[in-house]
Structure formats: structure tokens, C-alpha cells
T-cell receptor, first 112, second 108 residues
Framework: DAGVTQSPTHLIKTRGQQVTLRCSPI?????VSWYQQVLGQGPQFIFQ???????GRGNFPDRFSARQFPNYSSELNVNALLLGDSALYLC???????????FGAGTRLSVL | GQNIDQPTEMTATEGAIVQINCTYQ??????LFWYQQHAGEAPTFLSY????GLEEKGRFSSFLSRSKGYSYLLLKELQMKDSASYLC?????????FGAGTTVTVRA
């Protein structure tokens, strides 16, 4: 069975640009969570979606937004990129919103 | 807010045992996860404790004391491939809060 898949793998953007990251959950999983991991730190929670509704949001500015589609895949959008947005963006899926979260390989975003 | 504390680095010899401690203070709590993360890769699920006590899973065991806000991950019969970062993550409802991780280096 396929695990959590994320695309693209790597991305290079310049300050002020916008980026969209994509995530496909494990088949049957209805919840998707997004995390940002800066080098040397643990992942920080950004969003969780369950059954296409936002269940929670971490301490991130409004430049960050996300959505979940009817097939449970998800997109994370970041507008007006800053140098500090450079990080590994991880998507995790779970059966329900309280279940074990399984992570994808991530998208490494570099903002120049 | 969340406060999760674990050692930054640990070194051990192949075949040995290493215990990674984690203390946490969270506004809500309904379980604690441990994940393994190799450099440049995604975290992979190792264990999940909901109730106090020890959960054993092959070479890996995890312990939880909710009253003390304390957990540990025990890695036995260390192998070179166990060199990685180990992340402690208490859960509040749906949200995981991660510590900075403990980098374990296994030496021959």
C-alpha cells in the first residue's frame, strides 16, 4: 500500500512569491495534518483537516492556508514568502483526527 | 503552551542499551508518541503510550508516567541503523507537539 505522498520533493522560491504544496494521504485516511520543520528543531504544527473541515490551526500567520479535497488530499499554500519560511514541510495522515499520524517524506522549501 | 524537554545528543556503542528521557508540560494530554527521524527523512512512528506503564515493541520500549509528565524510550541491542533523531511528541486532542529531538549516534 502506498504511504503518504507529497509533491514536489524540493522547491526553490524567491521572497514574496507564493507556493503550493500537495499531499495525498494513505488510502482510507480522512485526516491530514501539516507541520513545518526548521533545521535542528522538531516539527511545528500548522493545520489539521478532517473530513474537509479545518479542525485546528497552529501559531502561524495568515499567509499560511490549506484545504482538503473530497478525495482527502490536501494542499498547503504559503503567500508572500519570507526567508524564514525555508524549511521541510511535512504532511501526516491518520484514520481519524485523534489516531496515529503517519508522515510523508516532506517537501523541502528554500526561499532565496 | 507546550514545553517538551529531551537531551540534545546521546552516544552509545553497537549492541548496548540507550534510554532517552522526555519531560513535558502541556495544556491538555491524551497520549504520547515517539518517532524516529533519519537525517533528511520523514519521522517514522515508533510507539504510542496512552496509559501509564511500559509498552514493548521488539527492540524498542516506551514508558509513560502521566502524573510526572515523563516518558522514556528504551532502545536495546543497538544497531548502526539506529543512529537517528528521536522525537518525543505529547498529544493534546488531535495536535502533536514535538520536542527538538535527541540525536543518537551509535558507534562500532
Amino acid at each position: 500500500d502506498a504511504g503518504v505522498t507529497q509533491s514536489p520533493t524540493h522547491l526553490i522560491k524567491t521572497r514574496g512569491q507564493q507556493v503550493t504544496l500537495r499531499c495525498s494521504p494513505i488510502s482510507g485516511h480522512k485526516s491530514v495534518s501539516w507541520y513545518q520543520q526548521v533545521l535542528g528543531q522538531g516539527p511545528q504544527f500548522i493545520f489539521q483537516y478532517y473530513e474537509k473541515e479545518e479542525r485546528g490551526r497552529g501559531n502561524f500567520p495568515d499567509r499560511f492556508s490549506a484545504r482538503q479535497f473530497p478525495n482527502y488530499s490536501s494542499e498547503l499554500n504559503v503567500n508572500a514568502l519570507l526567508l524564514g519560511d525555508s524549511a521541510l514541510y511535512l504532511c501526516a495522515s491518520s484514520l481519524g483526527y485523534r489516531d496515529i499520524q503517519y508522515f510523508g517524506a516532506g517537501t523541502r522549501l528554500s526561499v532565496l | 503552551g507546550q514545553n517538551i524537554d529531551q537531551p540534545t545528543e546521546m552516544t552509545a556503542t553497537e549492541g548496548a542499551i540507550v534510554q532517552i528521557n522526555c519531560t513535558y508540560q502541556t495544556s491538555g494530554f491524551n497520549g504520547l508518541f515517539w518517532y524516529q527521524q533519519h537525517a533528511g527523512e520523514a519521522p517514522t512512528f515508533l510507539s504510542y503510550n496512552v496509559l501509564d506503564g511500559l509498552e514493548e515493541k521488539g527492540r524498542f520500549s516506551s514508558f509513560l508516567s502521566r502524573s510526572k509528565g515523563y516518558s522514556y524510550l528504551l532502545l536495546k541491542e543497538l544497531q548502526m541503523k539506529d543512529s537517528a533523531s528521536y522525537l518525543c511528541a505529547p498529544k493534546d486532542d488531535y495536535k502533536l507537539s514535538f520536542g527538538a529531538g535527541t540525536t543518537v549516534t551509535v558507534r562500532a
